[in-house]
């Protein structure tokens, strides 16, 4: 049986939907107006609102299946506003707008009849009240004042917060400062702490420490080398020190090397589930990039250009072979000296990232920093302790994100490595 229309709002907007359906498709009229009530337009009975509401209450299996709403009052966004909120508080979710119907459908019949599971409603009007709405909160609001993450993502992100704490009293040992970078400098310098729908953290570390960072990585946990072309979800994998170190369990965390950087991560979130050939990945812990020393008069152009020789070179050689001739370069000095006044992310990274947010057109190909504003280095505040980051954070994120650094992006709310989660608060 095919549904027929409610339409919400007897007045001008109604009579014209009233004309468009034709009244063998319309059940009632509904409107606010208490006046109405009981009225007929075209032999066509006007309900108030509540009656809906104990029409919808009493039998949700019939006004889910046989009844189909039509806001029709499109002369009064915010009155149409109104009522889409009205009907989403009793559950009417699956409504439609008689304005963005005429703007699809030439007849009524094409609109009774077309495929729900493409079409199941038209609230176009409705998004682009959301939009406004959306914008002008981005504009007024002090994302310094933002509240934290609630829930899993939560734990996830003081769990790891306290897993790196205790990494890095390690790495102090070792003489060895990895300092915030990307989204997790950002969070220090807008927050505080973890930008509140982050779910990863990035540090960065000199070349030559890297190299010790790695060094002792193999006697002290699981190291995972990638051992094929692919992303992280979809390489294989092979562990580099099973001789020297067997067991997994032995360690808080296990270590994955591909595309030039380290993934740290933590055996728990794991569960032991390790393969030696394939470890499916899993959004924790956190990521050292490798920053290569450059020559003092090395520009972002210089740095594009290789870049996008390096890209090119991946296209034929694939992703595994061009981080090996990367990794190999990095000892080439009149390229990469051990100091100068210019220091940037290795090649290998920024090709991966680049590749990666191709998409949503993020650029990479910029990350040249002047030395002098990463040393010294200083520590700031990260939630309930402190980690190292560059002395001009300013001059820092204004390079990787912007002048705007500090104002809210488009993707409010959207995890790294699970965007839909802000739509089904899963974590």
């Not at 790891?160 to 790495?171: A, L, Y």
């Not at 300092?179 to 969070?187: I, K, P, T």
């Not at 990095?330 to 290998?348: A, D, F, M, W």
């Not at 947010?357 to 939630?383: C, G, M, T």
Request: glycine share 6%.
């Amino acid at each position: 049986m095919l549904k027929q229309i409610i339409l919400f709002g007897a007045g001008r907007d109604g009579n014209r939907a009233l004309e468009f359906f034709g009244t063998e498709n319309v059940f009632c009229f509904v409107d606010n107006n208490k006046d109405l009530t009981g009225k007929l337009i075209k032999d066509k009975r006007i309900l108030s609102f509540e009656q809906l509401k104990t029409l919808y209450e009493e039998n949700e299996l019939i006004t889910n299946i046989m009844f189909e709403v039509v806001i029709a009052v499109s002369f009064y966004r915010w009155a149409m506003h109104a009522i889409a909120v009205s009907l989403k508080k009793i559950g009417i979710e699956d409504f439609s707008i008689f304005s963005d119907i005429e703007r699809r459908w030439s007849n009524a019949d094409e609109f009774m009849q077309r495929d729900r599971s493409k079409f199941p409603y038209e609230q176009e009007s409705l998004m682009i009240i959301y939009k406004a709405q959306f914008e002008y909160l981005m504009r007024h609001t002090d994302p310094t004042k933002l509240l934290p993450a609630t829930g899993k993502l939560r734990e996830h992100q003081l769990a790891c917060v306290k897993i790196i704490s205790d990494f890095m009293e390690e790495m102090e040992k070792l003489e060895i400062r990895p300092f915030l970078v990307g989204g997790s400098l950002l969070g220090a310098v807008r927050h505080g702490g973890c930008i509140p729908w982050d779910d990863d953290f990035d540090f960065g570390v000199l070349r030559e420490e890297y190299n010790r960072l790695y060094d002792y990585l193999l006697t002290h946990c699981g190291v995972y080398r990638k051992a094929s072309d692919g992303d992280w979800s979809d390489c294989k994998w092979v562990k580099e020190n099973a001789d020297t170190f067997p067991d997994d369990s032995a360690s808080e965390i296990i270590a994955l090397y591909a595309f030039g950087y380290l993934n740290i991560k933590r055996t728990h979130d794991l569960g032991l589930a390790l393969n030696p050939t394939s470890i499916v990945y899993y959004p924790n812990g956190f990521d050292v990039f490798p920053y290569d020393y450059y020559p003092d008069s090395y520009t972002v152009d210089e740095y594009r250009k290789t870049l996008q020789e390096w890209i090119e070179k991946e296209k034929h050689l694939g992703d595994l072979t061009v981080t090996e001739m990367l990794q190999k370069e990095t000892e080439n000095r009149i390229l990469y000296p051990q100091k100068s006044c210019r220091i940037g992310v290795s090649h290998s990274v920024t090709r991966y990232l680049q590749n990666r947010h191709s998409e949503v057109n993020r650029d990479f190909s910029n990350r040249i920093y002047n030395a002098d504003d990463l040393f010294p280095l200083q520590k700031l505040p990260f939630e309930d302790t402190q980690f190292w980051t560059p002395r001009n954070t300013d001059a820092w994120l204004k390079i990787t994100y912007g002048d705007n650094y500090m104002s809210l992006p488009q993707n409010v709310g959207a995890y790294e490595h699970n965007k839909d989660a802000i739509l089904n608060e899963i974590f």
